[in-house]
């Protein structure tokens, strides 16, 4: 798959692609039923995504806490084994917020991307101040020879799948129901850094994450099934990840780290991608060190049962 960032010359072979349009966050079954019309309606055609990054709601609300479910190269690996073909990002700026409608169907998608059909969700809006909605976007390109498929919303038992969705399941700690959501697992992904090295001392070494622009999930203890994406140590592993403050230690920014069973290495500067499985318990303060390393043994043990249950969960 390729990731263009911004709108550089393409490939003649890239052009023609049929696309999917939208912010794509979580890729969750909405989206890949966006990407199923994309492919159903010119299977012999590049299949495309044509999206934004940053998100946005960044960009309109910059003082937003995080609330992305996926960070750019998450999206990509997820939208890559879905079998996308290409990923165009586009910079999400101020002048693209400002850019009429018309000047975004003309200059961007058809000029820019050649792209040959374009599916979107029936409520998406695009234009400066969202004025341009998607029969708008078919009315516009229908004067560049572009097709266009508008879905009406998907869901399950659950509800209509969105991205806002998603993120009130994951902050309440539901992973299944999250996961039945997506599609997939969530995932928390980043690159490993040293942290305090307290879980070592311990006797539960960990790798330590920045959330970023990610979501937050439910402060507590998960079973989780990690990839490490690079390095000596890539591929599977399983382990138990903390997210919370530490109130143990006084911490007061939300901190992710995950312990990995039956191993021993050195995790600094690689990628990974943790999937919550399940919520063992709620953060918790104990009485001492003693009380504390007990409970991360039992939650070790509690982790090993669960992913043994689950042995094709993961990212």
């Known amino acids: 798959m390729r990731v263009i960032h911004g709108l550089t010359a393409l490939a003649p072979e890239m052009r023609g ?3 999917a349009l939208g912010n794509f966050d979580g890729v969750h079954r909405g989206h890949r039923a966006l990407l199923q019309a994309a492919r159903t309606e010119c299977p012999d055609a590049p299949l495309g995504v044509v999206t934004f990054e940053p998100h946005p709601r960044r960009y309109f609300q910059p003082e937003a806490p995080p609330f992305r479910l996926t960070t750019a190269a998450e999206r990509a690996r997820i939208l890559a084994r879905l079998g996308v073909d290409l990923v165009c990002e586009i910079p999400f700026d101020a002048r693209l917020a400002a850019m009429p409608a018309e000047e975004f169907v003309a200059g961007v998608l058809a000029d820019g991307l050649g792209v040959r ?10 234009g400066h101040r969202r004025l341009g909605d998607a029969t708008a976007l078919r009315q516009l390109c229908m004067a560049h020879g572009i097709g266009v498929t508008i879905l009406h919303p998907v869901g399950g038992a659950g509800g209509i ?18 996961a039945e959501a997506l599609g997939r697992w969530h995932t928390v992904n980043g690159v490993v850094h040293k942290g305090d090295q307290r879980g070592r001392d311990l006797g539960f070494p960990t790798a330590n994450l920045d959330f970023g622009e990610q979501i937050v999930p ?18 599977v592993h399983d382990g138990v990840a903390s997210i919370g403050v530490r109130p143990q230690f006084g911490v007061n920014r939300p901190n992710f780290e995950v312990h990995f069973f039956d191993f021993s290495g050195d995790l600094y500067g690689a990628e990974i991608s943790a999937a919550l499985i399940a919520l063992l318990r709620d953060e918790a303060r104990f009485e001492g060190v003693e009380a504390l390393v007990a409970q991360m043994a039992l939650d070790c043990a509690k982790a090993r049962e669960v992913l043994a249950d689950n042995p094709e969960a993961g990212p």
């Open 161 to 178: 799948y969105s991205s806002t969705g998603a993120r009130v399941l994951i902050e309440q700690g539901r992973m299944r129901d999250a």
């Open 17 to 19: 692609a049929s696309a």
């Open 117 to 126: 059909h374009l599916v979107v969700g029936e409520d998406f809006r695009f």
């Open 218 to 235: 439910r402060y507590g203890v998960y079973a989780a099934r990690v990839v490490v994406h690079d390095g000596p140590h890539a591929g």
